[in-house]
Structure formats: C-alpha cells, structure tokens
C-alpha cells in the first residue's frame, strides 16, 4: 500500500509538471507561478491610451488595448467597465458589429448596475440598423425598459421592439409598442401603422379557422391602413412611406375580399401603381375578385400580362389554374385543356424531382449548401424554373432575414481576416472574434436551411394543390362533354352566360387588338373578349 501511494503521488507531480509547462524529476520541487495583479493605475492607463487610439480613428490598436484591460482586470474594476464598452463602441467603427453585439453582450446582461448599461444602447441600435434588425440585437433592446430611451431615438426603439415582440407572436405587447410610435420619424409612423394593422388582423382570428371573426378588431385593422392612406396625401411621399402605402392598399383589398365586399376590394387593388413592388401580387389577386364579379374579361386581361415575358421570373402558378377555370365555365373545353396540359406538362416533373431532391436531406446545414449549390446551376431550364419556386419561398420576411445575416456574418469574417493580414484571424483577439463568427454563422446557417426546406414543402405542397385542381377541371370536361355535369355546375356556367357584357371603350382609351407581341406600356391594361359557348352548345345538343 505505501508504494502505490508513493506511485501515485510521483504521477500527479509528473503531471502537474507537465500542465505547468516545465519537465520535473521525481522529488524535484514544484513551483506554482504567482499571480499577476495588474494595479488599477495600470488599467486606467491602458484604457486611456485606448481612448487615445480610438479618438485618432485607429479602431484596431484601441480594440487590443481595450481587450488588455479587460483581461487583466476584475469585471467591477472602473477601468474594465469603461474598456467593455469602449472594446464594443471599437469594432462597430471596424465594421464588426455583430463581434461588438458580443462585447457588449457583458454591459447587457449586468443591466442597470453597470454604468455603462444606458450608453450601450445607443449602440445596440446603430447595430440594429446595421445588421438589418437581426433579432439578436433586438432582443437585447427589448430588455431596457422605456424610460431610459434617449427621446430622438424612442419612435424607433418602440418600433423595433414591438417588431421582436410581434415576431415572437407576443401579439399584444407588439401592438402596445407599435401605438407608441408617434408622427415624430415619418417612415416609422406609417411602418408602425401597418404593423399595427397586421397584428389587428391576427387578432381577429379572420384566415385562422376561427368560428368568429372579430369585427371590430377588423375596423381598427382598415383604420390603421387608411390611416397610412391619408398620411401619404397630407404630408408627401418618401420611398418607405410609398412602399408601405402600397403594402396598406393590398392589404385594404384582402381584407375586403375576404369580407365579400368584392367592390370595395377591387377600388384598391386598382390604387397600385405599376411602379410598386405590389403591384403583380395585386394584379393577380384581383384576377380572383373580377371572376367573383364575373368580370372575366379584366380577370383574363390580368392573367394575360402576369403570363408576359416581362415577368418570366415570377411565381404565379394558380394563375394558370384560374384562367383554365374561368374557360371551362364558359364552356371553351379545348382552351382549358390546353391550358391544363401545359400546366402539368411544365410542372409536374420539377414539383416531382424537387421533392425527391427536398426529402433527401435530413441536416439543414446541408440543404443549405444544395441550395447554394443550384443557385449557380448551369442547367438553365430547371435552373429559371426553380428560381420561380425559390422566389416564393423568398416571399417568407424571416427566411430572407437569415439568409441576409449569413451574407453579413460572410463579409465579417472576410473583414477580420483582413485586419489580421496575410495570414489571416487565427490568434489573438481577432481569432476569438473568428471563432465566435464561426460558430454563430453555423448556427443561422442550420436555421436558415430548416426554414428554408419547410418553406420549400410548404409551396410544393401548394404547387400540389393547384395540379390537383388543374387535373380537377379536366375531368369536369370530360363530364361537361358527356353531358354529367352537376347540378351546381349548370348554375354556375348559366351565370356565367349570363354575365356577358360589351367592352366599351371610352374617350381616354383606343382599342388595340393583341397580335401575341408584348408592349410593357400596355401591361395591367388588357381585356380578354370571351364569348361563352355554353348556349350555343345547348342549342346544338337540342338540334
């Protein structure tokens, strides 16, 4: 028993020995090396020969020196207070910022009790706008209370909050944050208007399944876009106070629709400028409410230029579905086969393949690099297809956030590198800073792959739904021409019939016949003249 104690206790001095660096003989005594206490007066100097650096604009020298003090020095030292958030004001001067988000990250947790805590956050918001509001930042600054923000920069801070709180699905807590910003920043007033709407509209229950619809919370919805609406006429324009009216307009002609007020629904949709971002999405919604008024000739005319060369790049897969509908109850059963058939034909095979490609991948990260991978396919047909689909994914505002954040993260670790010289961030306080990009950057590339492959099945899922539906008006041709149709079939084409007015043309407008060119000044302009046949097929199955 002695020797194995004797054993024991030569092997941990070895190894002692060899975690302090230095080779030890058997019995040879062991030195612990002292600690080093670098005095305050030593702390306060390298901070200020860091602000000194830094007031010269050499954000880099003042960044190390910072980072020494903070080293050297216990987290309630005056000194390292003062470095921790000159060390975040640094590298946000260097383009780091979401490596200053990071440093500041100290200052924010510790809250009030550092003195700090109410300067930093003017910092968290100048990351904030220029990380794109990632929502790291954002839930940093939900954290401070209301009264500590500065009063030139409360609109925005309200904003902002409310817009983490109302991506949280905290509803309520975004909507008081929202009715806090006032007319003081235009362009926040009426993004807060619109938010305001939009989170009115969720908490209607309208679209969710609900039993009731909350109409009073759908009266303050419409209040707020025309709110908006008015804004824009009273006070003049700027591009987001022009974006977010149109966004208000197709939102006003939604909510209508989805109220069956369908002319009240089609006055603003017809408010779009073609200028505006909105304006294919409203011209082909409000396809769907000129078939609700039997107004085929404009639902047709729309679909004609949604189908133009001009927009060869968009998603409007129902469109197809819509024109080949509003054929079949007029009775022109060759044109909306052709119009089924080309549909399948373009799509069934890429919805096909793209889910088999989708399903094969179970770690996001790696959907996340096929998805890079066939952005730069050659393969130009499936490529411009995709790309379609891939758009509608896009439309998803949280799935292109992240996809924006990796660009950033991206150019980041490209700007630490940088600053370290040829070869590159690999110690120090700029291989830290890599490592943590690194590992966060993985971590929103994950994110980024999971949302974006759920997104993905999610419009396959629809672009299913639309063949389905397509394959559906196929086989009621089928019936329409052996004479089984139903019922509420017959009712509908009647109406249809029914429904056929003359196009007029007024004094402000020349009528042009379409020839199968495209002229872009034309577009959102056309009529589809449709005659139905149903009658004149009635009467020649009577004869």
Known sequence: MPGTVLRRSILAAAILALLLGRTALAGEPVTLAPEVVVSDAALAQWVREGNAKFDDEQFMAAALKYEQAIN?????????????????????????????????????????????????????????????????????????????????????????????????????????????VGERNPDFFVRARYLEAVVHIAQSGLG????????????????????????????????VIDRTAGKALLTLGRLFYSTRQYDVSVRYYDQLPSDSSEWLDALYEVSWVHYQLKNYPRALGNLQTLN????????????????????????????????????????????????????????????????????QST???????????????????????????????????????????????????????????????SLVVGEAGGLAQGRLLRVLQDLRRHLAGALKIKQETLKARRGDSADSVLQEQAAAAAAKAPIEVDDEHIEWPFTGEYWQDELGSY??????????????GAQ
């Open 72 to 180: 050297a020095g216990s987290a309630d030292s005056a000194a390292v207070q003062e470095a921790q958030f000159q060390l975040g004001a640094s590298l946000y001067e260097l383009g780091l910022y979401q490596s200053a988000l990071g440093r500041l990250d100290p200052i924010v947790e510790a809250r009030q009790t550092h003195p700090k805590y109410r300067k930093a956050l003017v910092y968290l918001l100048r990351i904030a706008r220029a990380t794109g509001s990632d929502p790291g930042v954002l839930q940093r600054i939900a954290d401070y209370p209301p009264e500590l923000y500065p009063p030139a920069y409360a609109d925005e801070l309200h904003f902002l909050v409310g817009q983490y709180y109302y991506n949280e699905r905290q509803l309520a807590d975004a909507l008081t944050r929202f009715q806090q």
């Open 208 to 239: 969710a399944g609900a039993r009731e619809v909350n109409g009073e919370k759908l009266t303050l919805a419409a209040e707020s876009l025309k709110t908006i609406l008015r804004y824009q006429r009273d006070t003049g324009s700027s591009a």
């Open 308 to 375: 133009s060369p001009y927009f060869s790049d968009q998603y409007f897969p129902e469109s197809r579905v819509l024109q080949a509908l509003i054929l079949f109850y007029n009775c022109r059963y060759d044109e909306a086969d052709v119009i089924v058939k080309e549909f399948v034909k373009d799509y069934f095979p890429l919805m096909d393949k793209l889910r088999k490609e989708i399903n094969q991948f179970a770690d996001p990260n790696a959907f996340y690099q096929w998805l890079a991978s066939l952005s």
């Open 379 to 441: 393969d130009a047909e499936y490529s411009q297809r995709f790309q379609r689909i891939f758009n509608a994914a896009l439309a998803d505002k949280k799935l292109r956030r992240k996809f924006d954040t990796i660009t950033k993260l991206n150019k980041e670790i490209g700007r630490l590198d940088e600053l370290a010289g040829a070869g590159g961030a690999t110690d120090g306080l700029l291989g830290w800073l890599k490592s943590d990009l690194a590992a966060y950057r």
């Open 527 to 540: 009529l589809y003249d449709i005659d139905s046949l149903c009658r004149i097929e009635a009467d020649a």
